[in-house]
């Protein structure tokens, strides 16, 4: 069973508006990490923002948020001010617990495309 | 500067000839993992290794090997590759095994079994 899902495939957004693209996770452990990545046409993947578990405050990188609800279990990145830069496929992904360390699954992704 | 570093960049071959694809860290990280990358599906976890010597599968590691024989380096071996194996390959590290360590990647190998 896929423990992170991203059910937008594609998202458009108009240069300078807000996106969210969205990730809701699985798991029953009190304790992991919450992970974005961005992957640019070039190919290479970019670490974004970083949530935990515990945190109690929603993360924030520059541009970027992660809207954490915990009890949702959703973890959805905000973009705002989009730039056409922001043009890419992002990753949602979760450490979890398992056999003596916390191993990262990835989300299929979401493309983003910016418009003029 | 520090970096995942993993060749070649591009890569085409036959059914059935062995290729290796090394993956090198020079950030004396811990945890190293090789992906796979098809559209629709992600990334799809192969091997993963949280020490020398130590190494388990992922979800998909069928048709792979790898081995950690020193820290810094973690290949990627295909015995006998076929045309299913035909992917994006990202070799990443972290520095530690906690749930708040954030991936590096390296630049990916294209892959193309024919």
């Known amino acids: 069973a896929q423990k992170i899902t991203q059910t937008q495939p594609g998202m458009f957004v108009q240069e300078k508006e807000a996106v969210t693209l969205d990730c809701t996770y699985d798991?029953?452990?009190?304790?992991?990490?919450l992970f974005w990545y961005k992957q640019p046409s070039s190919g290479e993947m970019i670490f974004l923002i970083y949530?935990?578990?515990?945190?109690?405050q929603n993360a924030t990188e520059g541009r970027y948020s992660l809207n954490f609800q915990k009890a949702r279990k959703s973890a959805n990145l905000v973009i705002s001010a989009s730039q056409l830069g922001d043009s890419a496929m992002y990753f949602c992904a979760m450490r979890l617990f398992s056999g003596g360390s916390y191993i990262p699954t990835f989300g299929r992704g979401t493309s983003l495309i910016v418009h003029p | 500067e520090a970096q995942v570093t993993q060749n070649p960049r591009y890569l085409i071959t036959v059914t059935g000839k062995k290729l290796t694809v090394t993956c090198s860290q020079n950030?004396?990280?811990?945890?190293m993992s090789w992906y796979r990358q098809d559209p629709g599906l992600g990334l799809r976890q192969i091997y993963y290794s949280m020490n020398v010597e130590v190494t388990d599968k992922g979800d998909v590691p069928e048709g792979y090997k790898v081995s950690r024989k020193e820290k810094r380096n973690f290949p990627l071996i295909l015995e006998s590759p076929s045309p299913n194996q035909t992917s994006l390959y990202f070799c990443?590290?972290?520095?530690?095994?906690?749930?708040?360590?954030?991936?590096?990647f390296g630049n990916g190998t294209r892959l193309t079994v024919t």
């Open positions: 950030m004396n990280h811990e945890y």
């Open positions: 798991t029953s452990d009190p304790s992991y990490g």
């Open positions: 949530q935990g578990s515990y945190d109690q």
């Open positions: 990443a590290s972290s520095g530690s095994l906690l749930m708040n360590s954030p991936l590096h």
